[in-house]
């Protein structure tokens, strides 16, 4: 159990990260996108 819940912890988490870079990444690419413009 305890492999289990730290395996499921460790998915969020990188998940969590993962969500995070991508909305900084759209938010710095429509910021870019804006400045061409």
Same mark, same amino acid.
């Given at each position: 159990?305890? @492999?289990?819940?730290?395996?499921? !912890?460790? $998915? &969020?988490? %990188? #998940? $969590? @990260? +993962?969500?995070?870079? /991508? /909305?900084? +990444? #759209?938010? #710095? *690419?429509? %910021?870019? *996108? *804006? !400045? &061409? &413009?």
């Amino acid at each position: 159990m305890k @492999i289990r819940h730290n395996k499921n !912890a460790k $998915y &969020l988490k %990188i #998940s $969590y @990260i +993962f969500k995070e870079v /991508l /909305l900084l +990444f #759209s938010n #710095s *690419s429509k %910021i870019k *996108s *804006s !400045a &061409l &413009l």
